[in-house]
């Protein structure tokens, strides 16, 4: 058995010991009469009061908990059902601490607070006990002594209030059949018809009070609401509520893969794949939608592929799970999956709900490294930058050419050393610039540019950074971008790399500066692999233009480019306004104020508890209520969330005498 249940139980059997003493009080005048009819009433009533007493413990026993024991920290539901890991990790918490909080004397406490004891039906048991006893000691049967014509029959009096019966009729897709029962609180789904029925219409002088101000009077005919929001109702002074249980939106939940982006091995052979729907009452439709992306750089292909998620038993969930084979995903090394779930419930306007897109990632193999080439390569340099591989296999070859010395080839002379390393040099240094433009940079390797000449004599004519100089900035420029933080660290490692090969080249070392060439060439890999971004791609769809409109002048119902600049924006009506300010009093309020404060109240209180607390305020203020007056200003006062703050000079002139009569300086 689970704490829930055990807790449940201790709670059932207290109220159940503590209802047994009516039960046998109220048997004991039939007992006393012997009558069996009395007694088997007695006892029809006491088994339907015990099956209420468990509906209203098993309904209400973890409020009663939270209620009663702060220990608990209004968590005493998560001692029935803990589904996530923090949950349980309360659960556990919970149970260590109510072994030694939840003793027998306190269960009893909670019982007698909340399980009210039923002393009215005792009470009626006893009158109708005592009029069994009073007719049976009347003789023969009931009738006069010395009559003998049979008793007449005297009409029973009429009924002092009719019954009121509430019909609850849940909308069919829920699959909640319909209720009847007799005034009480309730819950119902949304978009439930709330009917109130007499049993025996008189006239249409009953009245029921909806907390949202609308008048019902349930006659001949029954009165009918749709139940939207969760309200209070009132009849012959009796409040009960009636809480809505809206309609959520599937909720979607993928445990496998575990990651947004999820890296497989390279000799990974499967992919697990493991969804969960949920619904409040059925899932209508879940689909898995799969995107394979192939390629690299501006050759990226992409396929796209759809499939049901098939259902189960319960059609409130559905489970699905497999590993599958990249064969049979269509992955290959280098290949990425895209896949996200799309679910729709059966309400009557259907809720579609997308989960987060995950991604499958299948490494490419390693690339081999470039054979070393004698031959020399055409040293034709294109219109655009040369790339990190251009500069390694000239630096490769320049290496090459220098130790080459024979009697066919003769041997490389410093300055030609000079100038080939020079201008490979110039290259790395221009594909370095090019990359540092991504992190904000502007500046060359020396600080400025490389061919600022100083014209003029004394370098008096240089042109200044005056804003660097003499400024203050306020952002760095490397933030200046739209990269992440792991982005910018894998182009600050190329950068570095640049930087190292740039100089062991301009110092005439070619040997040197292959290793930080190698290292920026790898950085510029791990970027192209990182390229690769997919998003939905969402059409927009114009409105359609009136062609008999279409270049007619005509501006009726057109917004004006103009806007009003000095006034400042009220978030407070007046009506509000002077319904606050006759609160403040015991003056009377403001014609149609009930009718503002409901308003205000739907329009700005969204928490269900809330808002029947500040709509009982209203009911008790219009019922004549003075003291109630500050509660139901403190619910409109706090429902302003963003009122304006409104900073204005009140001239005032004052005069000698004035100051005087105050006691001022003369």
Known sequence: MSAGADLFARLWRAALLRRAGLWLSGAVPWLLLRSGPGLLAWSAFCAWDGLRLKQRVDRHWA???????????????????AESPVAQLQRRRLLARIEASLTGARVRVIVRERARPGLPWLAGNLALA?????SALLPHGGRPAGSGLPAMTKPAPAA?????????????????????????????????????????????????????GQLLHPGRECARWTATESIFWRWRGARY??????????????????????????????????????DDYQVKQATLHLTLARGSGENIRFSDREMPIPAGRDPRRRDWAKNWTLADLGMEPGDELYFFVRATDNAARPHTVQSPTYTLRLPAPPAEED??????????????????????????????????????????????????????????????????????????????????????????????????????AHD???????????????????????????????????????????????????????ERIYLHKTAFAPPPIKEDKRMTGDMAGAASKRREQSAAPDGVPAGLRDLVRALAGDGPLPSLWTRTAHDWVRARIGADEQ????????QDVTDGCLACRPV???????AVHDAPVLLQATPKVETRFERAVRGGVQ
């Open 130 to 134: 005592a009029l069994a006893w009073g």
């Open 476 to 530: 760095q420029a490397e933030n200046a971008t739209l990269f992440d933080d792991a982005t910018k660290k894998v182009l600050r490692r190329a950068l570095s790399a640049m930087w190292d090969a740039e100089n062991a080249l301009r110092a005439l070392t070619p040997k040197t500066a292959l290793p930080p060439e190698h290292k920026a060439l790898d950085a510029i890999k791990e970027l192209q692999q990182s």
């Open 63 to 81: 409020a009663w908990l939270d209620a009663a024991l702060p220990e608990l920290e209004d968590s005493a539901a998560l001692l029935l059902r």
């Open 632 to 638: 139901l200003r403190a619910w409109l006062r706090g």
């Open 371 to 472: 054979e070393q080439v004698s031959a020399l390569p055409v040293m034709v340099k294109p219109e655009s930058l040369r790339s990190q591989r251009q500069i390694i296999i000239d630096t490769e070859q320049l290496i090459v050419d220098m130790r080459v010395g024979d009697m066919r080839v003769k041997k490389m002379d410093a300055a030609s050393v000079r100038e080939r390393s020079e201008a490979i040099a110039a290259d790395q240094a221009a594909l370095r610039r090019r990359y540092g433009q991504f992190l904000g940079e502007e500046s060359t390797l020396f600080g400025k540019d490389e061919h600022d000449d100083d014209h003029g004599g004394g370098g008096n004519n240089k042109p200044q950074d005056v804003l660097h100089e003499f400024g203050h």
């Open 241 to 278: 509520t009636l809480k809505v249980l809206p309609d959520g939106a599937p909720e979607i939940v993928v445990t496998q893969p575990n990651e947004i982006i999820k890296e497989l091995a390279r000799d990974a052979t499967q992919a697990a794949m493991a969804i969960s729907v949920r």
């Open 611 to 618: 808002r029947l607390a500040a709509q009982r305020a209203i």
């Open 160 to 212: 002092v209030a009719a019954e009121l019966t509430v019909k609850l009729t849940p909308p069919r897709y829920t699959g909640v059949e319909a209720s009847s029962s007799a005034p009480r609180d309730l819950q119902a789904p949304e978009q439930t018809v709330v009917e109130w029925c007499q049993k025996q219409p008189a006239a249409d002088t009953e009245t029921i009070e909806l907390s949202d």
